[in-house]
């Protein structure tokens, strides 16, 4: 794998040679972008690690995302069910970054979005449900922890607004909880190989709005680069892989990436 000398762009510098490049590299085809909290911030959801994050203020949070503490613990599980009801992915929409990335697949040079979201803010902008690989699931449904059975979250909330505070499964009454992937719990290898075989055989890489510590999502930046692909980080802050990325630039996801995008569409 090459380690290149990083080329850092920050507000206080000319962005245009990066743009540039960045742009050339994505009218190629065959890009896969990687997505974090940070695209959805400008939808108004909220990001974990950041100065307003959700763990940032409020750290008991946290434990709504350990599946220690949710099977465990009662009081975790009607806390949970009490914040998915208000849970902002309900009245969100895409922002100009979804669209981007949605005119760049319509344009036949996207090969997939790999998300570490939930919200389902990507299949909302225009993209086929078949190019988002859900690295960490979706708010959008229920899973049994019991029978695997899954559902319609607008459901299962409904019976908690009717009364119910820790709804079980209607199946097999196990406990239910989101569709998604909580801290301890085993990731669904299907989607976990079909994220790395997509980086594996991507020409551009693109991790937009990640921090790059939550693993195995980070490592397939290295998938990539290891396979020769450009590598282009957009973030508002460094992460530990911007040492071996083609071009890394600190500026607004919402304003940069339609920009490039908007040449090759």
Known sequence: MRLHTRKLIDRTLPTLSAMYEATEWIAQGHVVALTGAGISTDSGIPDFRGPNGVWTRDPEAMKLSSIEHYVADPDVRRRAWQERLTHPAWSAQPNAAHL??????????????????????????????DKVIELHGTVHETECLQCGARGPMPETLARVRAGEDDPACLGCGGML????ISFGQQMNMATLTAAAEASMYCRTFIAIG???????AAGLVTVAA??????VILNDAETPYDAIADEVIREPIGQVLPKLTAPAT
């Not at 909880?177 to 998604?180: E, L, N, Q, V």
């Not at 990640?210 to 195995?216: A, D």
């Open 100 to 129: 981007a990335l949605a005119d760049l697949d319509r344009a036949g040079l996207l090969d997939a979005v790999v998300t570490q979201n939930i919200d389902g803010l990507h299949q909302r902008g225009g993209l086929p449900g």
């Open 177 to 180: 909880k989101s569709a998604t």
């Open 210 to 216: 990640t921090s790059l510590t939550v693993h195995p």
């Open 226 to 231: 290891k396979q020769g692909a450009k590598i």
